[in-house]
């Protein structure tokens, strides 16, 4: 499956773990439940709004046996266990929470929210669903997370990150502002683990910068089934223009993580 929830059934279903890190309202989640009923569900949402109302989907639209494999845990995945980080929450579109909006789309209503990191390890071992062992490995990991990816992903440990079948999801690097932007190596080290994933190798810009690495592609998580194996092959044209590109959005001349750890929810200018 090139994204979305659709094409999973040899990756879900009875004894596998979905996992969705910035899970918001719960609807991707129960998507999953209503397409592959047996599958088990770690939801993690780190504003506390939105974990409410996703509490509450789930309530009402799942049974209480559905609702014993599905797991709703109130944390934001980071590198070290009870960091904190402010985000922005609008109440007009809960999708948009970040901690990173630029100043000037800054707009009435918005608050701004102060959120525990958690290290997923330990999200993990308190959200497993009670008829799955803690050492179930997770099927697929959708990220999705308005740039906790660069958090969550070069925090795990070689074999956590090979223990996961699928990822799916989103890069944001593209998005955040040149103030709020994580250093680059912290950016190397998320994008070359993503983009061995053919979701990002097909999607995500910031995989041209890995031309010739092997993506997972397909049932055997080997072939595709046109055969491409490298992001060269299965991104194309996507990779026209990559140089600019990375240019414009310096993706190779950020040296620190000043910007990126600033407890803020705003990105302002300060260079």
């Not at 499956?1 to 609807?27: A, I, P, Q, T, W």
């Not at 998507?31 to 974990?51: M, Q």
């Not at 707009?107 to 102060?114: C, H, P, R, T, Y």
Request: proline content about 5%; overall charge negative; glycine content about 8%.
């Amino acid at each position: 499956s090139e994204g979305g929830v659709r094409g999973l059934e040899s990756k879900l279903g009875r004894h596998k773990l979905y996992v969705d890190v910035g899970s918001n309202l719960g609807l991707n989640a129960l998507a999953v439940k209503f397409l592959y009923p047996e599958t088990a569900i770690l939801a993690i949402e780190p504003a506390s709004p939105s974990w409410l109302m996703q509490g509450l989907n789930f309530q009402c639209n799942l049974s209480p046996e559905e609702n014993s494999i599905v797991k709703s845990i109130l944390a934001g995945v980071g590198q070290k266990d009870n960091h904190m980080a402010k985000v922005m929450w609008r109440p007009k579109s809960t999708t948009s929470t970040r901690a990173w909006t630029p100043k000037e789309l800054h707009q009435d209503g918005d608050v701004e929210l102060v959120v525990r990191l958690r290290k997923l390890r330990g999200i993990l071992a308190e959200g497993m669903p009670d008829d799955l062992p803690y050492d179930t490995p997770v099927s697929v990991m959708n990220v999705d997370c308005e740039g906790c990816e660069y958090d969550l992903v070069p925090s795990l440990t070689d074999a956590d990150f090979r223990s996961v079948g699928t990822m799916t999801g989103e890069i944001h690097w593209g998005y955040i502002p040149y103030e709020k932007k994580p250093s680059s190596d912290r950016a190397a080290r998320t994008h070359e683990r993503m983009c061995r994933h053919e979701k990002f190798a097909r999607t995500a810009k910031e995989c041209c910068a890995f031309p010739d690495l092997t993506v997972k592609t397909g049932d055997d998580e080997d072939l595709s089934e046109d055969g491409a194996r490298t992001v060269r092959e299965l991104a194309g044209e996507l990779c026209d223009g990559f140089e600019g590109w990375a240019s414009t959005q310096h993706l190779f001349d950020i040296d620190n993580d000043y910007g990126w750890l600033e407890l803020s929810s705003e990105a302002q200018a300060w260079r």
